[in-house]
């Protein structure tokens, strides 16, 4: 299958490095260039795109609304690419929406593993049960549908993921590493306040009160547990 991939940056030479390390995991990367956030938009409209990497900071609309905009019609895998590097930054752009976070100057090797982690789709191992269910909350493991009390539910790809590593070990704690290493795969190096987000996320979208747990239970220090089946 051909990665098709849409990348948002107005520095010519920063889009051809991106190019250049997406077409050394996908030689047949089918790679296209948007130098502001009005030509992402539209491009974005106009063609299917597996993968959306945005620069925070290009010509206007920038990345952050670019990335908003997108997610209203769309739960394709988002990467942000920007020389911002405040918490506050990175924290804003993953509540938009954004699955990861890349400042610049970047290594290329780090940007081909958040590539290969965004795009990776992980086989299940082993016998594995159709779906889950806990309270109201049912995840169906097949169709990668979420629904709490019979409506469906949108998620991400990240945030998907995460609920999903979290019903496969439901009842037991999950702790903020192993969730790192397997939403975001085992090349990924970073802190446990990016599954803080997503977890805000995942609760915000399932209705759940971080005081009074329905479904998600936070250990503190550790990491997380969902609720057993009920």
Same mark, same amino acid.
């Given at each position: 299958?051909? *990665?098709?991939?849409?990348?948002?940056?107005?520095?010519? !030479?920063?889009?051809?490095? *991106?190019?250049?390390?997406?077409?050394? &995991?996908?030689?047949? #990367?089918?790679?296209? &260039?948007?130098?502001? +956030?009005?030509?992402?938009?539209?491009?974005?409209?106009?063609?299917?795109? !597996? =993968? /959306?990497? =945005?620069? &925070?900071?290009?010509? %206007?609309?920038?990345?952050?609304?670019? #990335?908003?905009?997108?997610?209203? *019609?769309?739960? /394709? $895998? &988002?990467?942000?690419?920007?020389?911002?590097?405040?918490?506050?930054? @990175?924290?804003?752009?993953?509540?938009?929406?954004?699955? !990861?976070?890349?400042?610049?100057?970047?290594? $290329?090797?780090?940007?081909?593993?958040?590539?290969?982690?965004?795009?990776?789709?992980?086989?299940?191992? +082993? %016998?594995?049960?159709?779906?889950?269910?806990?309270?109201?909350?049912?995840?169906?493991?097949?169709?990668?549908? /979420?629904?709490?009390?019979?409506?469906?539910?949108?998620?991400?790809?990240?945030?998907?993921?995460?609920?999903?590593?979290?019903?496969?070990?439901?009842?037991?704690?999950? %702790?903020?590493?192993?969730?790192?290493?397997?939403?975001?795969? %085992?090349?990924?190096?970073?802190?446990? +306040?990016? /599954?803080?987000?997503?977890?805000?996320?995942?609760? @915000?979208?399932?209705?759940?009160?971080?005081?009074? $747990?329905?479904?998600?239970?936070?250990?503190? +220090?550790?990491?997380?547990?969902?609720?057993?089946?009920?």
């Amino acid at each position: 299958m051909t *990665v098709r991939l849409l990348v948002a940056e107005d520095a010519p !030479d920063v889009a051809q490095i *991106v190019t250049y390390s997406a077409r050394m &995991i996908w030689p047949d #990367c089918d790679v296209r &260039i948007a130098g502001s +956030g009005t030509e992402a938009i539209r491009q974005f409209l106009d063609e299917p795109s !597996d =993968l /959306v990497i =945005l620069d &925070i900071q290009m010509p %206007p609309p920038n990345g952050l609304e670019v #990335c908003r905009r997108i997610r209203e *019609v769309s739960q /394709v $895998p &988002i990467l942000m690419l920007t020389v911002r590097d405040a918490t506050v930054d @990175k924290v804003q752009a993953l509540d938009l929406g954004a699955d !990861d976070y890349l400042t610049k100057p970047f290594d $290329p090797l780090e940007l081909q593993a958040r590539l290969r982690a965004l795009v990776r789709r992980s086989a299940p191992t +082993g %016998p594995q049960e159709d779906r889950f269910v806990s309270n109201d909350l049912v995840i169906d493991f097949a169709l990668h549908e /979420v629904q709490v009390a019979g409506q469906v539910v949108t998620l991400t790809p990240k945030e998907y993921r995460m609920l999903e590593v979290l019903a496969r070990h439901a009842g037991t704690v999950v %702790p903020n590493d192993l969730l790192l290493s397997r939403v975001w795969g %085992p090349d990924w190096i970073a802190s446990a +306040g990016y /599954v803080k987000v997503f977890i805000r996320r995942l609760r @915000k979208k399932l209705g759940d009160d971080a005081e009074q $747990p329905r479904y998600i239970e936070t250990v503190w +220090g550790i990491g997380y547990r969902l609720v057993g089946r009920r």
